[in-house]
């Protein structure tokens, strides 16, 4: 059974940080890149982060360049969202989500964890 289980989320100062992880199980985790989306409420979902299936390789909307850092642990079928110097603005669900893309498409989604940044 495939799960993708996100924790770390909850409420923030701005200026606060927190770091989301999203644990992996059912399928080969090394085989699939790895990306963290957000929907704010009346909002689009939209593409955070992304990493390749080995690490070696990021890249992150303009809005949190700088700010956020993605990465993985393929031993422990982990990735990891670091989320520094929030805003408001980053309020939001953040899902995780596993996509293979070589020949067939194979995709898998968690099912998100609220992140609230607010004083």
């Known amino acids: 059974q495939v799960q993708l289980v996100e924790s770390g989320g909850g409420l923030v100062q701005p200026g606060g940080s927190l770091r989301l992880s999203c644990a992996a199980s059912g399928f080969t985790f090394n085989n699939y890149r790895m990306r963290w989306y957000r929907q704010a409420p009346g909002k689009k979902r939209e593409l955070v982060a992304h990493?390749?299936?080995?690490?070696?390789?990021?890249d992150y909307a303009d809005s949190v360049k700088s700010r956020f850092t993605i990465s993985r642990d393929n031993a422990k079928n982990t990735v990891y969202l670091q989320m520094n110097s929030l805003k408001p603005d980053d309020t939001a669900v953040y899902y995780c989500?596993?996509?293979?893309?070589?020949?067939?498409?194979?995709?898998?989604w968690g099912q998100g964890t609220q992140v609230t940044v607010s004083s």
């Open positions: 990493i390749t299936e080995t690490g070696s390789t990021t």
């Open positions: 989500n596993a996509i293979y893309t070589r020949g067939m498409i194979s995709e898998y």
